[in-house]
């Protein structure tokens, strides 16, 4: 058979031959044989349909097979001829529905789901094949099997699509009035799916529907609900006026359930069903009032920002030309703002109807003017010193921009200033960063103005952000270009002064080289006794080796400090480099040589007439002098060499910084500054020392001069080097101060300011006048009232901790899962989590966990998972339907620590479970 499945779809030879060989297989003794056969037909009938004319009595018998999985096979392959054509086979219909009536489970399932395979809306199944599934499938709601009955729900909703609406109605009516809760619950699915295609068909259904809210069972009420929610996706205002002769008591079980539909449908549709529900709180039906005042204001508390972008748009809607339509907005506006009691929208409304007061003319207009600010002053007497207040903070948001504007044109000034020192890589990087820094504080800025309270009050702003945001970042491109041409002009220019003073450079080392030579030329006095005749041609020699040393150290240092003011110009400074280093090695292996038989001259000679000690002595001081010269270069090159690698020496504190370590980012400063300090203090004190054994043989001034010139060459460099360290101390110490206050601001709104600079051993004065500038140049958005650091746009909260629940029922435990997390870099200690449980909860006290925990210590960035559980009693009384029992119960966690400031902080979560 499996040969047989393999080859039966290669060609049109071997499926017929297929075909004539199955007839005879389809009654094999063995069932697999039948169902392997059935397989292959299905597979065959795709592309062979009307070869099966002769087979089909065959696989209408297999549908009443002794065996289940062969049943099963033929239900799926019938499914898919009936799927093909009702016309072929007009009566296999009666036969496919007997399926529905099988003994197995499976097979009815499998059935059902070929008739929705089959019955699609598209579709046009002759009527008595309707009938036929319409009496099965009433029958198979009522299934032991939870999936035939979920499956016959859905065939019931695709059957309503080829029913006339008078027998929807017939159908569906007494079956949400059924006994059984869940046939009423599938009946109310089905409604909410059908009810935006048949919505003036099926009208009579709401009337029972809307009776459902008050049924006992929750889950229906929940069902009904979602079910109304669907059909007012589209039949909202329809729905809206179907509800009102329903609404009595805004307390009772359909009047909850008509405003919790009406809130749902406005918050998925709120340009439309707004403005609806705010029409009618001119209703006269004070039932209706109450219930539309209530949707309103949980509208507002879900979408506060769509709940006043709609009223916006009611208030632009004024016609200048129509009093009356101003008078009726503006009576309503009054009235939403009365019934409400929201002050926001209170503040919004006053500002713009004193807006409209100034321009309008219209005296009816004017008096309604009048009555609605009077409306509102009587909810909230200090409207005006709200008002007063946004127009401050109006001023303090145009400021801010202008500040925006400042940091643009400080940004083409500092660029400009680092082209004029001939910093053209300092001045790009400088662009790039300041660029992006400006442009995410923008976006910051966009952030909190449109998570903040502001904006509702004074729309115009939105639109004034939009276009300033756009101006600068076009003024930053433009400084950018301008700032590009300048520094490519720069370039060309400099280059040209580089190449003289390379060429300048150039001739010093012929000039040594030239010198180098002469003084080889000399070098047979050393080959030679040096007695007394031959002391004016030593000191000679010793004054034109002293001239190369001196000429040697200049050159070394001159061309390092080329290097290190032109590094990125390293490209054009390699061939003098290369060239340099040659002759000074050459030179200094020679002197090194030349000092060495001097060395010998000393130990050899004794001193028989004065001339020769004033010799010695000279052999002495340039034997020493050149080991300090060697010294010092060695000294200057390694301190170069360090200034040139700096930014590399601290990218490991930046990237501390950049992960938030903030104390081992401090601590890596420490260390990085005490070994580069050790580096210098350790150069220095060799150079010292080697100076003070020149400075004992008593050396004349001009020499004295000469050795000067090479520590203050040394000191030159040193306090080049120390600058840069207390320059990066600052700067980097500024960065962490900054990022460390961000990081508190992140997780603490307010902060207190003692208990800050005592985290950051501050003193309150330093810290205020450090937080001061910090909110000056907008690096943080905050304000300092009373010694507290406040984030007015934000919640005042504290978020140190995040919790997230879950809750399983297994038998009789109740498992309470909660993971919490410290999102924080901080640690949080003395953590105590009380467990509150609703009093609905029956449990045993001995076989559960206790409802308290404490945790010590709480480290960064860290999670736990934290298990309560509950051995619930078992409910005795066996009359009580378990069903009915499901309630929506509250949960309390009661939440006690310490926080990084050492402050004892509670708080309270509140949650919702169903038991």
Known sequence: MGILNNISDKSDHTALLTLEKINTLLDHSEYWIRQESLQILKKLYLIHPKDFDVLIEKIEARLFDSDKNVRESAVLLVGSILKNSFIQYPELYFTFSRTLEDDSWTVRARALEMVLSFLTPESDPPNEMIDILKENVIILLRDPDEEVRGLSAEVLKALCFHLDSFKIHALLSPLLEDVDWMIREKIIWIIGEIGDYFFDEIYKLFQNLVLMFSDEIMIIQTKTIDSFVKIGMNHGPALLEFFKPFINDFSDDIGQGISETLIYITLQNMKEMLPIMIGQLVVPKIPIRNLITNCLLKIYMEKPDGFEEEIFIIFQSLDPDDWRQRKKIISLLGDLSYVLHIKSICVWTAINLKNWQQNEEDLDVLDEIESSLQKINNIFNDIDKEIEEIALKSKKFYSNLDLFQKQTQNLRKKAESYVNQ????????????????????????????????????????????????????????????????????????????????????????????????????????????????????????????????????????????????????????????????????????????????????????????????PLKKKITYEFLSTNLQNIIIQAISSQRDVLERFDKISEPIKKEIQVRRFKEARNLIQLTINNLYSSIEDNNREINRNYENIDKINIPITSANEIRKYLNNWTQVKDNLLEKIFSFKNEIDKTIFTEEIKEYLKYINPISIEHLGKILSLTTKELKEKLIILIQNQTIIAEIEDDLLIQPQKPMEERLLSFFRKVEIIGTKLIFSLRVYNPTKFFISDIGMIFIHPEFLQYQKENSDPTEIFIREFEPEAIRVIKWVFRISKIKDKNIDLQKRYELQKFLLNVTYTNPFGEIKSFSKQGEIIL
Do not use: P
């Open 422 to 613: 001939k910093k053209f890589i300092q001045s790009e990087i400088f662009l790039e960063e300041e660029g992006n820094r400006i442009a995410e504080k923008l976006d910051e800025f966009e952030k909190i103005l449109h998570e903040s309270e502001f904006k509702r009050f004074n729309v115009e702003v939105i639109q004034d952000f939009i276009d300033i945001k756009e101006e600068i970042l076009e003024n930053i491109s433009d400084v950018n270009s301008s700032i590009y041409n300048l520094i490519c002009d720069g370039r060309a220019d400099y280059i040209k002064e580089l190449d003289i003073l390379l060429s300048e450079l150039k001739d010093r080392i012929d000039v040594v080289k030239t010198e180098y030579e002469s003084i080889k030329k000399m070098e047979v006095l050393l080959e030679e006794k040096m007695d007394d005749e031959d002391i004016k041609r030593t000191e000679e020699f010793l004054n034109n080796i002293s001239s190369i040393r001196e000429k040697l150290f200049k050159l070394e240092f001159d061309i390092g400090q080329t290097w290190l003011n032109n590094l990125e110009f390293k490209e054009f400074l390699k061939e003098i480099t290369v060239t340099w280093i040659d002759i000074k090695i050459e030179i200094q292996q020679y002197l090194a040589n030349v000092f060495h038989k001097f060395s010998v001259f000393q130990e050899t000679t004794k001193e028989v007439s004065h001339e020769i000690s």
